[in-house]
């Protein structure tokens, strides 16, 4: 029997935390191993891809094309340490005041599985979407949580658990979130550089 249920979605990277996960671990990376270095032409090549298809696949796949498992699993604990420090003082709050309203909580986002499920073990979501990676091929993508695809990851969500979902809030700093935020009752823009609510 499906029940309908109210709930509030939060993506991660520059709403929850100040910076994107994503691409500080690749900048920690640079700063722990000389592999990376060594990628940079063709990483170039994948940054000029970028301006032309935002939502692609291949040059997100291109521009971690450095990282190994072993990289992940040496690099990955000591990185979610220090990047927990950048996510905004309000987040754990404002779960927990949701979660007190009796909504279901749900995080989607773009970033990679073996980072933000570690990033937000502490804060008590009803679940963490976000991208899944090939364990053996950290760089490459089994599914890519961005636009539209995080509405598809809430949906099967949803399915699985047996919920009509009714989206109370989105909140997001990202205007690649708009089928997101576009299904909820309330968008809530935030400012990735403050963590402020910003005021249309």
């Not at 690749?26 to 000389?34: D, E, N, P």
């Not at 994948?46 to 032309?52: E, G, L």
Request: proline share 4%; glycine share 4%; net charge positive.
């Amino acid at each position: 029997m499906l029940q309908k249920q109210d709930v509030v979605v939060f993506d991660f990277d520059g709403t929850l935390s100040g910076k994107d996960s994503n691409v500080e671990f690749a900048k920690y990376c640079f700063r722990h191993s000389v592999r990376p270095w060594l990628f940079l032409p063709v990483m170039s090549v994948a940054a000029i891809a970028k301006v032309f298809n935002p939502g692609g696949i291949w040059w997100r796949e291109v521009m971690r094309s450095f990282l190994t498992s072993d990289m992940v699993k040496k690099f990955s604990s000591d990185f979610i340490k220090q990047h927990k420090r950048e996510r905004f003082g309000w987040a754990k709050e404002q779960v927990l005041s949701e979660i007190k309203a009796g909504r279901r909580v749900i995080l989607v986002s773009a970033s990679p599985d073996y980072l933000v499920p570690y990033l937000v073990r502490d804060i008590k979501f009803d679940a963490v979407l976000c991208s899944k990676m090939d364990v053996k091929r950290p760089w490459k993508y089994k599914f890519l949580c961005w636009g539209q695809n995080k509405v598809y990851a809430m949906d099967a969500w949803a399915k699985e658990n047996n919920i009509i979902p009714h989206v109370v809030r989105s909140y997001s700093d990202s205007k690649s979130d708009m089928p997101m935020m576009e299904i909820a009752d309330e968008e809530v823009w935030v400012d990735r550089d403050t963590g402020l609510r910003k005021h249309a």
